[in-house]
């Protein structure tokens, strides 16, 4: 299964040349999280809001580029385990993607975790199938600057807040935006810190508050927990409906961890899946390519084949033939012919372009819906 469904155009670009305070502006005002950088139309990163909470930043005089954070940029047919992988090994809540080398679109961690969800291979996963987040636990009376500095170094967006041994709450990176850098147009403190923290677009940190308790900061009723006995498709259908990236997790009213998106996102990434399919190539070894675009070759075939596995279920065979048959400058032009043999049956599917990778996708494409159609998937 590709990542095709959730895929959402609606996304925030921002020029490599805008001021910090602009960024900033535009990600409030559209109510967006992150921003994709571009640099003449050319994807260079991106910012997210929550990496901007322990830094001091003057950004109506800080250009964005010192801030922007470089992620895998995807197809916009790339397999879900795929996928799962880049986001598992970015702190990045996003992945932008591309179709044709122009970026179309963006996907959310949020919604390929739900997309995973419907793959067999995670209905049995349990809550307790998932390695816990353990952040350094803080009481309800540290300052804030303790978060701060745990959010920091452990790379985490919730910190759990205690209280005579007890759960007393929990911060979070979107508590600390509502309310530290001032965020949301409901006003959480008095007259004089609303004047004091939007006096400057520049500054994220105000030394002030930071030696505040953190029990102002923390959320601290109807708290969004879980057993570990639950399923995993019980825990992410609850990210899902509050819209947030962690969960507490309990068992007899014990604290026992945090359930990431992340962490969620690198179990699937390492699902063991069967393969019951071989490909053959043809004509490969006539091509005049170095061995990057080879293997880039094998690794799209790879993520097709995958996806036809889920509509045949049984064995299959592929014979994958490309040749280069035309020239203009430096461009060629390419044609994919694929055979594929299953129990029983085989069909043929041709494809030409002048971009091999549109080819072979557009071939597999082809495959699909013909055998969909065959096998009424």
Same mark, same amino acid.
């Given at each position: 299964?590709d990542?095709?469904?959730?895929?959402?155009?609606?996304?925030?670009?921002?020029?490599?040349?805008a001021m910090?305070?602009?960024?900033l502006?535009?990600?409030?005002?559209y109510d967006?999280?992150?921003?994709l950088i571009?640099?003449?139309k050319? /994807?260079?990163?991106?910012?997210e809001?929550?990496?901007?909470? @322990?830094?001091n930043i003057?950004a109506?005089n @800080?250009?964005?580029g010192k801030y922007?954070h470089m992620?895998?940029?995807?197809s916009?047919?790339a397999?879900?385990?795929?996928?799962a992988?880049y986001l598992?090994? @970015?702190?990045?809540?996003y992945?932008?993607?591309q179709?044709?080398?122009t970026?179309?679109g963006?996907?959310?961690?949020?919604d390929?975790?739900?997309?995973a969800m419907?793959?067999? #291979?995670?209905?049995?996963?349990?809550v307790s199938?998932?390695?816990?987040l353990?952040?350094?636990?803080?009481?309800?009376?540290?300052?804030?600057?303790?978060v701060?500095?745990?959010?920091?170094?452990?790379h985490?967006?919730?910190?759990?807040?205690?209280?005579?041994n007890?759960?007393?709450?929990?911060v979070?990176f979107?508590?600390?935006?509502?309310? /530290?850098i001032?965020?949301?147009?409901?006003?959480?403190?008095?007259?004089?810190?609303?004047k004091?923290?939007?006096?400057?677009?520049?500054?994220?940190d105000?030394s002030?508050?930071?030696?505040l308790?953190v029990?102002?900061?923390?959320?601290?009723?109807n708290?969004?927990?879980i057993?570990?006995?639950?399923?995993?498709?019980?825990a992410v259908?609850l990210?899902?409906?509050?819209?947030?990236r962690n969960l507490i997790?309990?068992e007899d009213?014990?604290y026992?961890?945090l359930? +990431?998106l992340?962490?969620i996102?690198?179990?699937?990434?390492?699902l063991?899946?069967?393969?019951? /399919?071989?490909?053959k190539f043809?004509?490969?070894?006539?091509?005049?390519?170095?061995? +990057?675009e080879?293997?880039a070759?094998?690794?799209?075939?790879?993520?097709?084949?995958?996806k036809l596995?889920?509509?045949?279920?049984? #064995?299959?065979s592929?014979?994958?033939h490309?040749?280069e048959?035309e020239?203009?400058?430096?461009?060629?032009?390419?044609?994919?012919?694929?055979?594929?043999?299953?129990?029983g049956?085989n069909?043929s599917?041709s494809?030409?372009?002048?971009?091999?990778?549109?080819?072979?996708?557009?071939t597999?494409?082809?495959?699909k819906n013909?055998?969909g159609?065959?096998?009424?998937v």
């Amino acid at each position: 299964m590709d990542i095709s469904p959730i895929i959402k155009d609606d996304f925030l670009a921002v020029e490599d040349t805008a001021m910090l305070s602009e960024a900033l502006g535009q990600l409030r005002q559209y109510d967006k999280r992150a921003a994709l950088i571009f640099r003449n139309k050319k /994807y260079q990163g991106l910012i997210e809001r929550k990496r901007l909470l @322990t830094t001091n930043i003057d950004a109506t005089n @800080t250009k964005i580029g010192k801030y922007v954070h470089m992620t895998p940029i995807v197809s916009d047919h790339a397999d879900i385990l795929e996928t799962a992988v880049y986001l598992a090994d @970015t702190e990045s809540d996003y992945l932008p993607v591309q179709n044709n080398r122009t970026i179309v679109g963006v996907v959310h961690a949020l919604d390929l975790a739900k997309l995973a969800m419907t793959l067999p #291979e995670t209905s049995k996963l349990k809550v307790s199938d998932i390695k816990l987040l353990k952040p350094r636990k803080v009481n309800s009376t540290d300052s804030l600057s303790v978060v701060l500095e745990i959010m920091k170094k452990e790379h985490v967006d919730h910190v759990p807040v205690f209280k005579d041994n007890a759960l007393f709450g929990i911060v979070s990176f979107r508590d600390l935006l509502r309310k /530290y850098i001032n965020w949301s147009p409901k006003r959480d403190f008095s007259a004089k810190f609303n004047k004091e923290a939007s006096s400057r677009a520049a500054r994220v940190d105000i030394s002030p508050l930071a030696s505040l308790p953190v029990q102002n900061f923390s959320t601290n009723d109807n708290l969004v927990k879980i057993k570990s006995s639950a399923t995993l498709l019980e825990a992410v259908t609850l990210l899902f409906k509050n819209n947030i990236r962690n969960l507490i997790v309990t068992e007899d009213n014990q604290y026992l961890g945090l359930l +990431s998106l992340r962490n969620i996102l690198t179990a699937v990434s390492k699902l063991k899946v069967q393969k019951n /399919y071989n490909i053959k190539f043809v004509g490969l070894n006539k091509l005049d390519w170095h061995p +990057s675009e080879k293997e880039a070759l094998k690794k799209i075939a790879s993520n097709e084949s995958f996806k036809l596995q889920r509509i045949l279920k049984n #064995e299959f065979s592929l014979i994958i033939h490309l040749k280069e048959y035309e020239k203009e400058g430096q461009k060629h032009k390419y044609s994919v012919t694929m055979r594929v043999d299953f129990p029983g049956r085989n069909i043929s599917i041709s494809q030409d372009d002048w971009d091999w990778r549109t080819a072979v996708r557009k071939t597999f494409a082809n495959a699909k819906n013909k055998l969909g159609k065959q096998f009424k998937v």
